[in-house]
């Protein structure tokens, strides 16, 4: 699938991933949105792999390359956990 139906995905509370991707196990979600309070914007994430070997299971905001814009890798990977 290409970026814009995985983003279709993101919205609906899926995780997705590229097969492009070196990293194994990485997925992006969207932060959920809080009620009231400074933190109620939603942001994209990137969730790094547990065996990651200098950030192991970090959670970052996320920014796509063009690379990543342009790729029809995109794939779901389940729906948002926790």
């Given at each position: ?37 400074e ?28 690379l ?7 794939k ?7």
């Amino acid at each position: 699938m290409d970026f814009s139906e995985a983003l279709k995905a993101l919205r609906e509370g899926c995780r997705v991933t590229n097969r492009n991707w070196n990293g194994k196990e990485m997925y992006l979600a969207i932060q959920p949105t809080y009620d009231g309070g400074e933190s109620s914007a939603q942001y994209i994430y990137i969730q790094l792999p547990k065996d990651h070997p200098t950030y192991p299971g970090v959670r970052v905001p996320w920014t796509p390359s063009q690379l990543d814009l342009m790729s029809e890798g995109w794939k779901i990977c389940g729906p948002v956990v926790g």
